[in-house]
């Protein structure tokens, strides 16, 4: 069991929670693993129809833990605990229920273009800030974001790497609802309860459906993703952006 990620699974649910408040849910290595292997006992577990993936009502996570990438090498990237975990939500055949409130940043947004049904609360706030560190797009954000929002939105959120809000979200496609934070994980387990009361072989046929026409496609693009980010943590404009975050915290 993972100190950051805690897993229940109840009702026909299988919930994984990202709990590293201190750091707003940074991903680490270790983190990627346990949700790594809480998906694949959820795809394993005949029990559960419905995966709900969440941080806290304030924070879902601020993405890939920026000390682990300053640490790490070039091309460490494509066979990593983070790649892992994106090839594992890529493939996952069952529905996924995604809760944000507060930052959903580089991974922490890329992930929900995995999910079925986003739910954030008004406050929540989505940044692919890759392009700002110097990085590449992953998590197949460079296939599937100009699909859901348009190439010039796509290309605006990419290039420019500024947050947006749950409103921006909602009308770019990348969140089903906007729900008042009290509510947030209760309403997010109230529409896990009502897929996982469907037929699970029907939903997971349905989902199938959907992705298909993206799947092969997608697989080859966050593999060529992975290349050139890992080619990009070790150029000087990615190790300039990634030391001035923590000089920014020192200064
Ligand atoms: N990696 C490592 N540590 C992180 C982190 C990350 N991605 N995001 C936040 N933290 C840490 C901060 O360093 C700080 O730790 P400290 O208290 O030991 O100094 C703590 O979490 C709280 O963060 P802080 O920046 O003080 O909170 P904030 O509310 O002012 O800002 C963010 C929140 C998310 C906007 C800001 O932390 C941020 O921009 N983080 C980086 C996000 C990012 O670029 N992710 C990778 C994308 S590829």
Redesign the pocket.
């Given at each position: 069991m993972s100190t950051h990620v805690r897993t229940t699974t109840a009702e026909r649910i299988a919930s994984i929670e990202l709990h590293r408040p201190?750091?707003?849910n940074?991903l680490t290595g270790e983190m990627y693993q346990a949700m790594t292997a809480a998906l694949a006992r959820a795809e394993a577990d005949d029990d559960v129809h419905v995966i709900l993936l969440h941080g806290q009502a304030d924070c879902f996570t601020?993405?890939?833990?920026?000390?682990?990438?300053l640490a790490a090498g070039p091309g460490a990237v494509a066979d990593s605990a983070a790649a892992r975990f994106l090839a594992a939500i890529r493939t996952a055949r069952k529905p996924i229920v995604a809760a944000v409130g507060g930052?959903a940043?580089?991974?922490g947004t890329t992930m929900l273009l995995h999910c079925e049904l986003v739910y954030a609360t008004p406050g929540a706030?989505f940044?692919l800030?890759?392009v700002t560190?110097g990085?590449a797009p992953e998590g197949g954000s460079s296939l599937l974001l100009p699909m859901r929002v348009g190439y010039q939105r796509a290309a605006e959120l990419l290039l420019l790497g500024r947050p947006f809000g749950a409103e921006a979200a909602v009308a770019a496609g990348l969140v089903n609802q906007v729900v008042p934070e009290a509510r947030l994980l209760e309403h997010a387990r109230e529409v896990a309860l009502a897929v996982a009361a469907q037929p699970p072989e029907s939903v997971r046929l349905t989902k199938e459906l959907l992705k298909r026409p993206t799947a092969r496609e997608l697989e080859e693009r966050m593999a060529e993703e992975l290349r050139l980010f890992g080619e990009r943590l070790g150029s000087p404009e990615a190790r300039a952006a990634l030391g001035a975050?923590?000089q920014r915290?020192r200064g």
């Amino acid at each position: 069991m993972s100190t950051h990620v805690r897993t229940t699974t109840a009702e026909r649910i299988a919930s994984i929670e990202l709990h590293r408040p201190e750091k707003k849910n940074a991903l680490t290595g270790e983190m990627y693993q346990a949700m790594t292997a809480a998906l694949a006992r959820a795809e394993a577990d005949d029990d559960v129809h419905v995966i709900l993936l969440h941080g806290q009502a304030d924070c879902f996570t601020a993405g890939n833990d920026l000390a682990d990438f300053l640490a790490a090498g070039p091309g460490a990237v494509a066979d990593s605990a983070a790649a892992r975990f994106l090839a594992a939500i890529r493939t996952a055949r069952k529905p996924i229920v995604a809760a944000v409130g507060g930052v959903a940043v580089g991974i922490g947004t890329t992930m929900l273009l995995h999910c079925e049904l986003v739910y954030a609360t008004p406050g929540a706030r989505f940044q692919l800030p890759f392009v700002t560190l110097g990085l590449a797009p992953e998590g197949g954000s460079s296939l599937l974001l100009p699909m859901r929002v348009g190439y010039q939105r796509a290309a605006e959120l990419l290039l420019l790497g500024r947050p947006f809000g749950a409103e921006a979200a909602v009308a770019a496609g990348l969140v089903n609802q906007v729900v008042p934070e009290a509510r947030l994980l209760e309403h997010a387990r109230e529409v896990a309860l009502a897929v996982a009361a469907q037929p699970p072989e029907s939903v997971r046929l349905t989902k199938e459906l959907l992705k298909r026409p993206t799947a092969r496609e997608l697989e080859e693009r966050m593999a060529e993703e992975l290349r050139l980010f890992g080619e990009r943590l070790g150029s000087p404009e990615a190790r300039a952006a990634l030391g001035a975050f923590f000089q920014r915290k020192r200064g």
